[in-house]
């Protein structure tokens, strides 16, 4: 029986609706049928539900100074049971991702762009990144992206003639990347 086929779903209501009648079993639904063939339990209101009471009892802690209150986290498991645990997610301050930090990225005066890329593929892993940077009159500027052509061309050009100079950010995002990271961009001589 597939869960995904109308046609198998009718015919287990079907076969459900014969048993109910039989059986003098009121409520059975096209929809409970459905709920109950694909294991769907009515999760929305149990969570927000959840929600509801763990903001609650933030409150009244944060109120009434009774306990320590909710640091950054806190996980809800009710497999077995209610399981709540609380503790502090850490941020590690070279994140490629979390840290909000401009990184300084030295690059020689005669790399390319394909230098760069291929930098940027091997130290941070990244797969198929946009890069993008701010000119000296304030506009945004994209540099590199794979999907248009006359960006491509690009990549045998060299980082200065592609106007970057010494000291200017650089922004970069990629698929893996949970938000931009920001380089600053030092010419070694």
């Excluded at 100074?65 to 498991?77: E, G, I, Q, R, V």
């Excluded at 797969?127 to 945004?140: H, L, S």
Aim: aromatic share 6%; proline share 3%.
């Amino acid at each position: 029986v597939s869960t995904q086929s109308t046609g198998h779903i009718s015919w287990l209501h079907r076969r459900a609706l014969e048993r109910a009648t039989s059986y003098a079993i009121p409520g059975v639904t096209y929809r409970l049928t459905q709920g109950v063939t694909k294991r769907i339990i009515p999760a929305v209101a149990s969570t927000n539900a959840t929600i509801a009471a763990a903001c609650v009892t933030e409150c009244l802690k944060i109120a009434t100074s009774s306990y320590l209150h909710l640091d950054n986290y806190m996980l809800f498991n009710n497999v077995d049971g209610v399981y709540t645990f609380s503790y502090p997610c850490e941020r590690k301050e070279d994140c490629l991702v979390c840290s909000r930090e401009v990184r300084e990225m030295s690059r020689g005066r005669q790399d390319t762009l394909q230098n760069l890329l291929e930098y940027l593929s091997e130290e941070h892993t990244l797969q198929n990144p946009i890069i993008t940077t701010v000119t000296a009159v304030g506009e945004t500027r994209t540099v590199y992206m794979a999907g248009i052509g006359q960006l491509k061309d690009n990549v045998d050009k060299k980082l200065t003639e592609l106007d970057l100079v010494d000291g200017q950010e650089i922004v970069v995002t990629d698929s893996i990347l949970k938000s931009p990271v920001r380089f600053k961009l030092k010419f070694e001589d």
